[in-house]
């Protein structure tokens, strides 16, 4: 665990793993401990970056956030702080929509793109999904609120197979004490968050996943979106709801892998095997934030 201070927060991060980077990035109320489930199996091939994002967790912003751009900043200036030139970028809903804000806003920051239950265009149905949950952070207490969120976020199968996981995670984050004024920061970016059609423009290659009973941010809206970006690729997770990742990392990991590696390395990867090549025992000054 580490902390490092950017211009409008000091932002919270924790690494695993020695492959290239895999910057992840969470969603809407959820922690850098979202990703506890899965960064055990993503750890075995990447360098997994986990953060909190600003004002959430252990993350203190200076600044509140206005828009997703102010999320983008956030994160280019942490890959500065890793000195990483690029990394690999993976998003969850919330997430996944700045990941989006950050791949057209640092092309070049981006060797591949995952995005997770998420969507390009804010549509009347996701208004009113988003109206609905803001309704409950401002009226519900804690507990009914993050069972609302968890149950949303759960597909009906996952959940009658796992009562007790469902049970656990609701005490959990009942017990992280999520600052309300934050959660509702990050609804009003995402109530800002549509893309002109003419500015969206992703470059990196991209891969979309959508959970088949994801009732938050239905699988239709992420295959429109994959229909936007060209040369992706998307898949439908079957039995899946919003977080296919965190539920079955060892059926969603293998994917994400596969995906990576088809695109072969990444910049970053192959700075660091010219080095080697040019000294032996030297690692890549890109690297050296991560590495060192």
């Given at each position: 665990?580490?902390?490092?201070?950017?211009?409008?927060?000091?932002?919270?991060?924790?690494?695993?793993?020695?492959?290239?980077?895999?910057?992840?990035?969470?969603?809407?109320?959820?922690?850098?401990?979202?990703?506890?489930?899965?960064?055990?199996?993503?750890?075995?091939?990447?360098?997994c970056?986990?953060?909190?994002?600003?004002?959430?967790?252990?993350?203190?912003?200076?600044?509140?956030?206005?828009?997703?751009?102010?999320?983008?900043?956030?994160?280019?200036?942490?890959?500065?702080?890793?000195?990483?030139?690029?990394?690999?970028v993976l998003?969850?809903?919330?997430?996944?929509?700045?990941?989006?804000?950050?791949?057209?806003?640092?092309?070049?920051?981006?060797?591949?793109?995952?995005?997770?239950?998420?969507?390009h265009?804010?549509?009347?149905?996701?208004?009113?999904?988003?109206?609905?949950?803001?309704?409950?952070?401002?009226?519900?207490?804690?507990?009914?609120?993050?069972?609302?969120?968890?149950?949303?976020a759960?597909?009906?199968?996952?959940?009658?197979?796992?009562?007790?996981?469902?049970?656990r995670?609701?005490?959990?984050?009942?017990?992280?004490?999520?600052?309300?004024?934050?959660?509702?920061a990050?609804?009003?970016?995402?109530?800002?968050?549509?893309?002109?059609?003419?500015?969206?423009?992703?470059?990196?290659?991209?891969?979309?996943?959508?959970?088949?009973?994801?009732?938050?941010?239905?699988?239709?809206?992420?295959?429109?979106?994959?229909?936007?970006?060209?040369?992706?690729t998307?898949?439908?997770?079957?039995?899946?709801?919003?977080?296919?990742?965190?539920?079955?990392?060892?059926?969603?990991?293998?994917?994400?892998?596969?995906?990576?590696?088809?695109?072969?390395?990444?910049?970053?990867?192959?700075?660091?095997?010219?080095?080697?090549?040019?000294?032996?025992?030297?690692?890549?000054?890109a690297?050296?934030?991560?590495?060192?």
């Amino acid at each position: 665990m580490a902390w490092t201070e950017l211009s409008d927060v000091r932002c919270y991060y924790e690494l695993l793993g020695d492959g290239e980077p895999l910057l992840l990035i969470p969603g809407l109320a959820t922690t850098c401990r979202l990703w506890d489930p899965a960064t055990p199996l993503l750890s075995e091939h990447f360098c997994c970056i986990g953060f909190d994002n600003r004002g959430i967790g252990r993350s203190i912003g200076r600044r509140h956030t206005h828009t997703l751009r102010d999320y983008s900043t956030d994160i280019v200036e942490l890959l500065d702080a890793l000195q990483l030139d690029r990394a690999h970028v993976l998003g969850v809903s919330l997430g996944g929509i700045i990941a989006q804000r950050f791949a057209m806003d640092f092309p070049e920051r981006v060797d591949n793109l995952i995005l997770i239950s998420c969507s390009h265009f804010f549509t009347p149905y996701l208004r009113q999904m988003s109206l609905l949950l803001a309704h409950g952070l401002r009226h519900f207490n804690t507990e009914t609120f993050s069972r609302m969120m968890e149950l949303l976020a759960t597909s009906p199968e996952f959940h009658d197979a796992h009562p007790e996981l469902f049970e656990r995670r609701i005490a959990d984050k009942c017990a992280r004490k999520i600052d309300r004024r934050a959660v509702g920061a990050q609804l009003r970016c995402l109530a800002r968050s549509e893309f002109k059609p003419e500015e969206y423009r992703i470059t990196a290659p991209t891969l979309v996943l959508a959970g088949e009973y994801d009732p938050i941010i239905p699988g239709c809206y992420a295959r429109k979106m994959a229909d936007m970006i060209a040369g992706s690729t998307f898949r439908l997770i079957e039995g899946a709801g919003h977080n296919p990742l965190v539920d079955e990392p060892e059926r969603i990991v293998p994917i994400i892998e596969r995906f990576v590696h088809r695109n072969g390395l990444s910049r970053n990867a192959r700075v660091k095997e010219n080095a080697k090549e040019q000294a032996p025992g030297m690692e890549a000054s890109a690297w050296g934030g991560v590495l060192s």
